[in-house]
């Protein structure tokens, strides 16, 4: 089973799929911005709340000011890796999805994985290297 469908919470959102049929349906227009790929599966995406989107833009502008000139910050954007095109997010009601992206980060040699809880006001980091 892929490692990330053994999480309950997750193998309730997903449909079975290879990367070259996931690109498929993305270049027909079939796939919407409402799901993400994950090892071989369509996730559904929770919909961002309002707080959800605060965190989101309160951290961007935050870092954006911090950041070094030659440095560039994105915001939410996939990133290809492997069979899956995980999207980070600010965990408002998505945490066990989130955790469960932390192997498929793990396993592409990032370094750093930080799920920001906002139900609960902290920072969970999670060092890979």
Same mark, same amino acid.
């Given at each position: ?27 027909? =227009? ?9 090892? =071989? ?89």
């Amino acid at each position: 089973m892929i490692a990330a469908l053994e999480n309950s919470e997750v193998r309730k959102h997903a449909v079975p799929l290879t990367l070259r049929q996931y690109h498929t349906l993305v270049n027909k =227009g079939t796939i919407t911005n409402d799901v993400e790929f994950i090892e =071989g599966a369509l996730i559904e995406k929770i919909p961002m709340s309002p707080l959800h989107e605060f965190i989101i833009l309160e951290l961007f502008e935050l870092i954006q000011r911090h950041l070094l000139p030659n440095l560039i910050l994105r915001k939410e954007a996939p990133i290809s890796i492997e069979n899956s095109e995980p999207e980070p997010e600010i965990s408002v009601t998505s945490h066990n999805i989130d955790f469960a992206k932390a192997d498929i980060y793990a396993r592409a040699q990032i370094p750093e994985y930080l799920i920001l809880d906002a139900q609960q006001c902290r920072a969970v980091k999670d060092l890979m290297a």
